[in-house]
């Protein structure tokens, strides 16, 4: 089992840049694969970021070179840099990993992005 829990969430204007985090409550090293998904009032879960354990990454097109997925697996932490933050981006970011066929989430943490 792990525990995943999410901060730096906040209000923000547009153009402005956030740092998501998500702490695990064990060791993140051998989870294959880590991700940010995000969902937006009245729309459905979407996936932002995704990376695997050896550093290979995969983002939404609307995120595409604004966003940067990283995990540090010395602090058991993933990381969601996010970068002209737009409108759009708002919602709640949740973060996930599937470990040994379970999926785990995270309680989520708000960001809105004020035009």
């Known amino acids: 089992q792990v525990q995943l829990v999410e901060s730096g969430g906040g209000l923000v204007q547009a153009g402005d840049s956030l740092r998501l985090s998500c702490a695990a409550s064990?060791?993140?090293?051998?989870?294959?694969?880590m991700d940010w998904f995000r969902q937006a009032p009245s729309k459905q879960r979407e996936l932002a970021a995704h990376?695997?354990?050896?550093?290979?990454?995969i983002y939404a097109d609307s995120v595409k070179g604004r966003f940067t997925i990283s995990r540090d697996n010395a602090k058991n932490t993933l990381y969601l840099e996010m970068n002209n933050l737009k409108p759009e981006d708002t919602g709640v970011y949740y973060c996930?990993?599937?470990?040994?066929?379970?999926?785990?989430w995270g309680q989520g943490t708000q960001v809105t992005v004020a035009s």
């Open positions: 996930h990993a599937t470990l040994i066929g379970t999926d785990y």
């Open positions: 064990r060791s993140i090293y051998s989870i294959s694969g």
């Open positions: 990376i695997s354990r050896g550093g290979t990454t």
